[in-house]
């Protein structure tokens, strides 16, 4: 009887995959196209009036095209495009990391003009803060944001993408 208990779990054992340890989880696939009607948005604060944020924002239509992906990397293209309060739109590329756990840390580039976060918070006199946009793949979309801490006016910028697929 104990042999057969003991094949018993053996077999078992080795349709689990061999020596029972956990298995890594898997990245999640990040290709497609994700993108709205108001995906690009940005807010700069000027300052407090009676203690309270004066605020500004803008938001544009556009997308982010996820076209290449290798394990946790991923590379492909975005478009800013021209409506809502954008009077001009422009693309770029679009390079990062997405984890198991569909944490995404995402950096942007305009052909001849840098960083995305640079270009698009030109207003900003950048003294500290994000780099690259952090956020999350969800069930249905993308969302993505940066902020940056300014000496002067504006004293905080901030840019966000959110883009269903």
């Known amino acids: 009887m104990r042999r057969v208990i003991l094949v018993a779990l053996s077999a078992a054992l080795l349709a689990c995959g061999g020596d029972g340890g956990p298995?890594?989880?898997?990245?999640?696939n990040v290709l497609g196209t994700y993108g709205?009607?108001?995906?690009?948005?940005?807010?700069?604060?000027?300052?407090?009036?009676?203690?309270?944020p004066n605020?500004?924002?803008?938001s544009?239509?556009?997308?982010?095209?996820?076209?290449?992906?290798?394990d946790s990397n991923f590379s492909g293209s975005f478009v800013i495009e021209?409506?809502?309060?954008?009077i001009a739109g422009f693309s770029?590329?679009?390079?990062?990391?997405?984890?198991?756990?569909?944490?995404?840390?995402?950096?942007a580039a305009v052909p001849g003009r840098g960083h995305?976060?640079?270009?698009?918070?030109?207003?900003?006199?950048y003294a500290s803060g994000d780099t690259q946009l952090k956020g999350w793949l969800s069930a249905d979309g993308l969302r993505l944001q940066a902020s940056a801490n300014a000496t002067g006016d504006p004293q905080?910028?901030?840019?966000?993408?959110?883009?269903?697929r």
């Open 23 to 28: 298995t890594a989880p898997s990245v999640p």
């Open 36 to 52: 709205g009607a108001s995906a690009w948005n940005w807010s700069f604060l000027w300052g407090y009036v009676f203690g309270l």
């Open 55 to 58: 605020w500004s924002s803008a």
């Open 60 to 70: 544009c239509p556009g997308s982010i095209s996820i076209t290449n992906q290798s």
């Open 82 to 86: 021209v409506g809502g309060d954008c």
């Open 92 to 107: 770029g590329t679009v390079s990062g990391t997405i984890s198991a756990d569909r944490d995404v840390n995402f950096d």
């Open 116 to 125: 995305l976060i640079e270009f698009l918070l030109h207003n900003c006199v």
């Open 156 to 164: 905080d910028c901030r840019l966000r993408f959110s883009g269903t």
